[in-house]
């Protein structure tokens, strides 16, 4: 699976931004997809998902600020930001899992976006 996100960039504190991951196959085909993020020096964390069946799951640090979607029409899938803070700094990385073994997950990662925020 070939994953490309796109729209990072540098925003001020509580600005706008909207992440796009295009993918090479159907989003709705997969298990999950998501929104993960990784802070300088830190470990990757979830930052939302969707579930094959629609259900979505938000960090805690999400607040409602962030809203995930996937637009079957276009196979894109967007994570809408609002209230951004220098706290969400990091590089936002697509993925999608597509099946589980006994030893973890299958999944694919996109390149990765930037987000920077300036306070």
């Known amino acids: 699976v070939q994953l490309q996100a796109s729209g990072g960039g540098l925003v001020q504190a509580g600005g706008s931004l909207t992440l796009s991951c295009a993918s090479s196959d159907m989003f709705n085909t997969f298990r999950v997809v998501g929104w993960y993020r990784q802070k300088t020096k830190k470990e990757r964390e979830l930052v939302a998902e969707?579930?094959?069946?629609?259900?979505?799951n938000y960090a805690d640090f999400v607040e409602g600020r962030f809203a995930i979607s996937r637009d079957d029409a276009k196979n894109t899938l967007v994570l809408q930001m609002s209230d951004v803070q220098p706290a969400d700094t990091a590089v936002y990385y697509c993925n999608v899992e597509y099946g589980r073994t006994n030893v973890g997950k299958l999944q694919s990662w996109g390149q990765g976006t930037q987000l920077t925020v300036s306070s």
């Open positions: 969707i579930i094959r069946n629609g259900g979505t």
